[in-house]
């Protein structure tokens, strides 16, 4: 969808070994307004993202918005904003 509606995708990883906690991912990053938007999509309920956290860290002046596309409803907390996937096209 991202694709189709125009973003060029981009991806992110940090691995340092197999099993160190340490390590990001970020499904998707987008330009939007001249600044870097990352994207975590979460397939069940759970709402937690550490990767996203430690990426915002790291690059606070570069990050836009924070997304987190999952099958739950609209919301807003903190900085981060939730998008049911049917939404996707709104971004």
Known sequence: MLNAIGY????????????DERNTEIDFLIQRNLKVCAIEVKSSNSSHHKSLDKFSLKFKTKIGYKFIITKNYLKVEGDYIFIPFYMVFCL
């Open 8 to 19: 060029r995708l981009f991806f992110f990883s940090n691995k340092l070994k197999k099993t």
